[in-house]
């Protein structure tokens, strides 16, 4: 085997099942393996008590276990400054932000990888679902897992290769169930563990229209149809993302069983817009705007190509072509196909075959020549 | 399913630091302990055997560590878990037996917790409490002492030497100004014990608090000095061991490996202790500054000091990545107490010495010497600070 022992990789754990068998994979393989535990949200209690969070305990249970020195450190400050205060922002102006890319962007491979390095490691390693090759100038390339259902590329998207030439991703090349299996043969405490819901912030518990509502004063206003009608009151604007069914709390019309659906938002109005009908034509688009572009890899593509696109986690790929404008600053993407429910301050993630190219922050979406959402 | 596996490779630390926090046990404590943890079972208050011979031992040991501290008696010695339930049994039990008398009490910025969250219990019953500033080495004033100082004081509590910085208090000035004055005179000696001569009687000393595990003894036991006449209902309500002043069982076989521990620090060899960890100090700011690293000292290497206490501040370096740095490196240092968090508490010590917002507060660790610590092992400290010094000043990551 090679000897990897002089090679320090400081492994981001999070004390869920994905990270702890990053650790254990990469000290199987003979490197130097560092476990940082990173805290980004302050869950100090009211009486100011300091306390151990069962996520930690579990880290220092797993690293015990495998044999190896532990830490944790802590980025509440850059968390609030780089990624809440983004968050609450985009609420503010109406959109559904994915702090997750901002999280990954910042934070797990920017605040956690300098500080890695102050630890003299040469790489740091997590337990995301992706993973990288090198090409022959070695560029790392980000690609798809291997288990589609939990590739994480999605949140990836906005890192550079720079970035990446410093990371590893262990357990791209196995399906959950697999790393499951591994952390229970290994004996390691986390492997029955629940998968964390992601956003550290909000917890396990998800109580997020209080949560949202401790930090933004609710604007209660109408529900309407884009003809006018009144359908009810909601309970904010930004507690709707466009395309939602769930909670609107509007009965049948006694005409049909179709259900609502949430088609558009007016922030100057503070009205939600609602339709009818999954398929509802207020919710397909033909192709979107979006800003803050950012490619993992400087490759000259051209102002206009083809490729495919994801406009939300867990979507399947559509066929989109690309035009950017001459400063590369803003980008139109055009679909193959109408898509429906794109979702201003999600990404949209482009992809070559199983390569992710980069992203983009949506900032609008149109079906032909009229603007959606804001009707 | 539990079975316990530990890599030697995340616990082994080959250069320990950081005897302030603790100290390995001496080989002739530990065989004394091991001996009568097997042989000395018997429970001391019972009328039998081998509760006589628990008994016996207790107090022969109770006689050494009476000596140590030149005590009258050795009924002025009370048995406890350790520093922190001496401190707060002297604390609370004086401040609540002798609250008629007043009910002001006068301690310093700089005590350990174990001293600070009594006495803040005691502030919410409405005691009253004066915190002595100290200068930036760590040190109190005698004018701030008396002034501070009313006929409502009852207690006085102020260590002998401090944890995090080393500075010494003017234990005996204190002590003789208290002459005159109805306050009982507390000190926590946790720190000093194992290194200074102490004389309850020269510094007029009331109660005074140690543990064991500070010098080379066992953990979990400590003893609490109070002169006779100083009398306080049990913080452990129960049985009437320790003459009704502590219940619980005594734990005989800490107990003399305490007795032992004590008696191998005889005045000399505290006197060559002092030396060496003084030698150590200076060879430490001599190797860093031939290294070109940019340090202060934390307080001061002049005057009265604990000399196996060394804070430095390693400018331009949180204290987290140099105690990391030096842990990954098998170095043990302190760098203040941790929250599970990843951030670490601001000293109050440094907080008082220097203000909030000195960068001292999130760039200081301390060292701390033991009877095991040896000169290569400083050199190689020196080595790796300096080492990870040059390469975080060439790493830009930000």
Not at chain 1, 111 to 136: K, S, V
Not at chain 2, 247 to 272: D, M, Q, S
């Amino acid at each position: 085997m090679q000897d990897n022992s002089k090679i320090r990789v400081v492994v981001g754990m999070s004390g869920g099942v994905d990270s702890s068998v990053v650790a254990l994979r990469l000290k199987q393989q003979g490197y130097d393996v560092v476990g940082v535990f990173m805290k980004n949200w302050d869950d100090t209690d009211e009486n100011g008590v300091c306390t151990a969070t069962e996520d930690y305990k579990d880290v220092a249970k797993v690293a015990a276990k495998i044999g190896i020195p532990y830490y944790s450190v802590n980025f509440e400050k850059e968390y609030w400054d780089r990624v809440f205060t983004y968050f609450l922002d985009e609420y503010k102006k109406g959109r559904t932000p994915n702090p997750d890319v901002i999280c990954n962007k910042e934070i797990k491979f920017k605040a956690f990888l300098d500080y890695a390095i102050e630890l003299g490691a040469d790489y740091i390693a997590t337990g995301h679902y992706a993973q990288l090759t090198r090409d022959e100038d070695g560029h790392a390339h980000l690609m798809r897992a291997v288990d589609q259902n939990k590739d994480q590329t999605y949140f990836l998207s906005q890192l550079s290769t720079e970035q990446l030439d410093r990371v590893m991703f262990p357990i791209g090349d196995l399906v959950k169930p697999q790393v499951r299996e591994i952390a229970k043969e290994a004996g390691l405490a986390t492997a029955e563990k629940k998968d964390s819901m992601g956003i550290c912030f909000i917890g396990e518990k998800g109580h997020f229209k209080d949560f949202l509502n401790h930090y933004l004063p609710a604007k209660a206003g109408k529900m309407m149809t884009v003809d006018g009608e009144v359908k009810g009151q909601h309970a904010g604007l930004m507690y709707y993302t466009i395309g939602q069914r769930k909670g609107l709390g509007i009965g049948g019309d006694g005409i049909d069983n179709e259900p609502w659906f949430v088609i558009g938002k007016d922030l100057e109005k503070n009205v939600l817009y609602v339709g009818k009908g999954y398929h509802n034509p207020h919710l397909y688009a033909t192709h979107l705007s979006a800003s803050d572009i950012h490619w993992v890899n400087t490759i000259d593509r051209g102002s206009d190509f083809h490729c495919t696109a994801k406009f939300r986690y867990r979507q399947k790929d559509t066929g989109v072509t690309v035009h950017l404008s001459e400063d590369g600053q803003q980008v139109t993407v055009e679909f193959d196909d109408p898509a429906r429910a794109i979702t201003p301050g999600q990404a949209v993630v482009f992809y070559s075959g199983d390569e992710c190219l980069g992203s983009a922050i949506i900032d609008a979406a149109y079906n032909r020549e009229r603007e959606l959402q804001l009707i | 399913m539990q079975e316990v596996h530990v890599d030697n490779n995340q616990t082994a630390q080959e250069i320990y630091l950081d005897n302030a926090a603790t100290t390995p046990m001496a080989p002739e404590v530990l065989a004394e302990m091991t001996d009568k943890l097997a042989n000395v079972y018997g429970n001391a208050s019972t009328l039998y055997g081998l509760g006589r011979q628990s008994h016996t031992l207790m107090e022969n040991s109770r006689q050494v560590i009476a000596d140590s501290i030149h005590a009258d008696s050795d009924e002025e010695i009370i048995f406890t878990s350790g520093g922190s339930e001496s401190d707060n049994t002297a604390i609370t039990q004086t401040a609540h037996t002798r609250q008629a008398l007043g009910k002001h009490i006068i301690t310093t910025a700089i005590e350990h917790e174990a001293v600070l969250r009594p006495l803040h219990a005691l502030e919410e019953d409405g005691f009253r409490v004066t915190y002595l500033p100290v200068d930036e080495y760590g040190r109190i004033s005698l004018d701030d002492f008396k002034a501070a100082l009313d006929d409502e004081t009852i207690l006085v509590t102020i260590m002998m030497g401090n944890n995090e910085v080393g500075s010494r208090m003017p234990i005996h000035e204190i002590g003789e100004i208290l002459q005159d004055h109805q306050a009982w005179f507390h000190t926590d000696a946790v720190q000093a014990y194992g290194s200074l001569d102490i004389d309850v009687d020269r510094d007029h000393i009331d109660m005074l608090s140690t543990s064991a595990h500070k010098i080379n003894g066992p953990k979990m036991i400590g003893f609490l000095y109070k002169r006779e006449g100083v009398n306080f209902p049990s913080l452990i309500k129960g049985g009437d061991q320790e003459e009704k002043r502590r219940a619980g069982t005594e734990n005989v076989p800490a107990i003399a490996a305490f007795a032992t521990a004590a008696k191998i620090l005889t005045p000399e060899a505290k006197a060559e202790k002092r030396e060496r960890f003084h030698g150590f100090k200076n060879q430490v700011v001599q190797g860093l500054r031939d290294k070109g690293v940019d340090f202060e000292i934390n307080g001061s290497l002049e005057g009265e000091n604990l000399e196996h206490v060394l804070n430095l501040w390693i400018k331009g370096i949180s204290t987290y990545v140099m105690q990391t740095n030096l842990d990954l490196a098998g170095i043990a240092v302190s760098g203040g107490s941790a929250c599970t968090a990843g951030s670490i508490e601001p000293s109050h010590v440094l907080t008082a010495m220097f203000g909030a917002d000195s960068p001292r507060i999130a760039e200081s660790i301390r060292l701390s010497f033991g009877r095991q610590t040896t000169s290569a092992e400083i050199s190689a400290f020196v080595d790796n600070v300096a080492a990870i010094v040059a390469r975080l000043s060439h790493s830009e990551v930000k």
